[in-house]
């Protein structure tokens, strides 16, 4: 067994391990920690398939973006320490029934599916490639998400907004 | 590293087609930029350059839609290394939706909840919705795709939510953001899965998808028409709908009913008409399907689904005494009918979504301005209020009535045609397949529920006509602006029955239709023209595909 | 049959090139004494990778370890000599001791962990800062080639493992369950959060002027110039960078999340012992983190003025007094600024630092494009110099108003 896999089955029980707790966790905090972990840990499986842009993003947005944000939302809105953020009992039957429905399904396809294998993935380096990429193939999208941006900046600046009294 | 791109076709020339689109960002930035010099009170004046913005992005749209005239829906002119199409379809959309937002920002300069907020923010927003629906009906590549619905819903969670005092709003703000963040996740989902099986987001990869790996792609494309069916309310995706259209300002309703809903159309038309259209790969096709039988081929999911769609939204309009609900309910049940067509997928059955399209946009915005007007003096969205509306102002009555006729679909309005067209594709495809009757019954369901909805529009005009006048309508009259306006919606619904002939050619070249009449060419439209012509003469059909050009970065 | 052509790595790893080294070495030398770890079997490459990283690491904890010993000895001489006092002065030659009794006493004093505190999230917290605080440093050049992993994202990976050191200090403040350390924990988030964006814009800057993310590159281009004196938008940049980095290092002025007049000491409240001395650890080594990178990315680093031809000991010094400077910066700083507000904070961040972070990205891509250094500094001292002139008349540098306290 190659380093690479057993770093590969490492990471993938700590990504499993902390979804999970990041779905059952009862305590809202410790469910986004479970999500750190998971963050953090995916971005060591963008390592090991070489794309290391794409490692770093993932913790920069994710890690130090959302989940920040995620956190920082929690502890403003949670201002009473003594009660902790509890969520509800989930109706867990049906929740069940479905999600293995679903994970049956996306099993089935992975099996079945004839997934084609990219042959020179030996890539020395992202940053220069991706940056061709964007302004050159992508180019459209690129720009385009700079609106998405502004809108959603928009709309937040006017949401947080104090209402306007008449 | 590669060296720098030899353009099949200049990049200044290839933005000359997004023009629409720029003029509609240039517009965005426009109305922020007014917004923030004026005061409050006057802020409303940012819908008119937004409305400005509007229609120069119009005028544009129309010169396109001479240069683009001829070319085929899924055909390979596609701009921008693969991302956007230039086609007559796109454009077709295009002017539908400014013309949708143009309806959108009047109607909400004369609304009575919009009045003393802070407008900038209102007609930025909307400008950016509208233009991502421009984008999603161009995008021909998922991942434009996703990024065109995104930016068309976060304005909208935003706009839905817009009287931030208001309980209903923020309700209806916050579902519908629950909702779409599942749906569009849903739907990421599927384009991963996609993206895996295809190793490219090009639309074309699906076609390519669906004779390899058939039913990983049926999975894959339910996961897709999650995210569809939100944009389309469609049925077991269309739960924020009802609340949403309750608790947004009534222009936005209007908005999200209209031009929200035929963005979703528009994207899966584009998404579909190659697999649908696959021709040469049929034997491969066949045998793939042959696998999972008939019960797993998409038309038998868009079957399910329109059945649902409309056979939910009518039963459930029954039971509404707000004027909004039903009309959402109405919407779905609309859309239901409209996804029938995806049964029969074929090029008539699209040209009949498409004129059903221009038909619904008229009775659904008349619909939403008659509720605006009324609610200005009344202040209410109960049916019960409007009792004895005839006996005020009989004239807007009557072009209520042509509206909710032609949305039960009954001559002599043209949502007869609309729907005549819609379910002869349906027969003919019916009459072409080995099994009639999976088209029949779609038919034969899709009537009895239009004879269910004939029971809830026709209460309404029971209810306007039939009625002394309540206390809420006791000084109840419509000015003249508001009596012209109703006249405006009503009179083309009539028109179009007695001779839609023009609308149907209309249609034909939206789908890709040469161009009949002969139009003034100015030099400009020639050179884009020749360009397009000479790049795919020399370089084959793929002209703008960056696979076909050699100078792939990687 | 030609001879194979020899295979130069466009991103060399340069300890693991020092590892492969090592490896052939020890598998000629086994070989020569006849000895084999197991039948027909080199020494697995990945085994002495392995080896190799966890000896650098070593040598870079350990270092690391050492400067921040010093640095503290530092602080506290400093502090007492800005203000008249004496500072350590028992233990050993004018106490230089004193961090090593300090450090003594950390381990020695007892762990305590709060009642009510969450047991696992409170003891794994200052692990998660003191990751976030030291696993920069990996991609970071000491001289030339003396980098543990000379990665093509070096300066992008620095930057954003910044950011685990934000969680673990959330991590610390919710789970002590105490007030003080809730209150320093958002603080530091929302601190941290909004001044990581003119960090990265300064850093933008330099980034678009060299054309690289590799901090290894990014110095090969300053041989002649540093980039503080190749382009005006490097030395507002440079600015930019320093101020904003004293906010990510939570130092004075920006020290709310631990302001002891007001929150005790804030997210490390609760702690005690070594779990103390890791959040302490953690934040002279981002000290020395802000220092080290922005002498390599804006003033030079190992290359400036003195190249070295590649002699490691000379881009070590050049590095070492410049990191040096700018530290003794902080420190001065700390003891003759006074704190401000956290609406003040904020203000500085989004209404000051992020616009001319924005301008300086705009001027250095112009600049980039375009190659004129002369004219781009003509204009910027143009342009301050008229904003010195009409801001000095019409006094419109009036302090902000304060609108609310966190």
Known sequence: MSPQTVIFYCLAVIIILSAVIATFARNIVNAAYGLFFTLLALGGVYVLLRADFLAVTQIVIYVGGILVLLLFGILLTNRRLEDLIISGQRSSLLGVVMGCVIFAVLLAIIFYARWPQSENAQLEGTTAPLGYLLLQNFLLPFEFSSITLLAALLGASYLVRPSERD | MTAAPQSIMPLLTQMTFIVPELMLAVAIVVVIACDMFLPREKSWQCGWVALAGLGIAAMDAVYLWNVTSGRMLGGPARLFWGMVSADNFAMFFKLMFLAGAGVTILLSLRSAELTRMRSGEYYALLLTATMASCFMASSSNMLMLYLALETLSLPSYVLAGYRKSDRQAAEASLKYILFGAVSSGVMLYGLSLLYGLAGSLDYAAITRIATVNYPVFIVTMIFLIAGFGFKMSAAPFHFWAPDVYEGAPTPITAYLSVVSKMAGFAAIMRLLAPYFSMTTIAPYFDAARGMLGRQFDLTSIFWLLAVLTMTLGNFTALRQTNIKRLLAYSSIAHAGYMLTAFVAHNKDAFSAVMFYLIIYFIMNFGMFAAVTFIYNRTGSFQISDWRGLFYRSPIVVVCMGILLVSLIGLPPTAGFVGKWKLFVAVVEEGQRSASPWFFYSLVLIALANSVVSLYYYVGIIKQMCFYEPGEKLANFRFNTTQKLAMLCFAAPIIALQINWQPLSRFVERGMGAARQAVIMIIPMTTHQNQTLRAAEKTHGPQAFDIRHTGDHPC | ?406
């Open chain 3, 1 to 406: 049959m030609t001879e194979p052509a020899t295979i130069i790595p466009r991103h060399p790893h340069y300890f693991l090139d020092y590892a492969d080294a090592a490896r052939a070495q020890l598998a000629q030398s086994f070989r020569l004494w006849g000895v084999t770890l197991w039948p027909g079997a080199d020494v697995p490459p990945a085994l002495v990778y392995l080896a190799a990283a966890v000896v650098g690491c070593a040598v870079i904890i350990g270092v690391l370890c050492l400067t921040v010993m010093v640095l503290v000895y530092l602080e506290r001489k400093v502090s007492g000599h800005i203000q008249s006092r004496l500072g350590p002065m028992y233990v050993g030659w004018h106490g230089v001791l004193q961090s090593i009794a300090d450090v003594f006493k950390l381990l020695a004093k007892e762990d305590l962990i709060p009642d009510n505190a969450l047991r696992f999230l409170y003891s794994f917290a200052p692990a998660l800062v003191l990751v976030g605080a030291f696993a920069p440093f990996a991609a970071l050049p000491f001289a030339q080639n003396l980098v543990m992993a000379n990665m093509d994202i070096g300066l992008f990976y620095i930057i954003g493992f910044a950011s685990i050191e934000v969680i673990g200090v959330i991590m610390a403040g919710w789970a002590s369950s105490s007030k003080w350390s809730l209150f320093g924990g958002m603080r530091l988030a929302a601190q941290m959060m909004s001044y990581e964006l003119p960090l990265g814009l300064s850093v933008m800057t330099i980034i678009i002027l060299a054309g690289s993310l590799n901090l290894n590159d990014i110095v090969m281009r300053q041989e002649t110039l540093p980039y503080v004196l190749q382009s005006p938008f490097g030395l507002i940049a440079f600015i930019l960078y320093y101020i904003a980095g004293l906010a990510s290092a939570k130092r004075a002025p920006f020290d709310l999340p631990e302001a002891e007049s007001e929150l005790v000491s804030g997210f490390h409240t609760e702690y005690s012992g070594m779990r103390f001395g890791f959040f302490f650890l953690a934040e002279y080594a981002s000290m020395t983190l802000i220092s080290a990178v922005g002498s390599l990315v804006f003033l030079g680093g190992w290359n400036f003025p003195f190249s070295g031809d590649g002699r490691v000991i000379v881009g070590l010094l050049q590095l070492g007094v410049k990191t040096a400077v700018l530290l003794m910066l902080m420190l001065w700083l700390r003891w003759t600024l006074p704190r401000i507000r956290i609406d003040q904070v904020m203000h500085m961040c989004f209404k000051v630092l992020l616009p001319l972070g924005m301008i300086c990205v705009l001027g250095a891509g112009i600049e980039a494009v375009s190659g004129a250094h002369a004219v781009m500094w003509a204009l910027v001292l143009l342009l301050v110099a008229a904003t010195y002139i009409i801001g000095r008349k019409s006094n419109s540098f009036a302090p902000a108003r304060a609108k609310g306290h966190l």
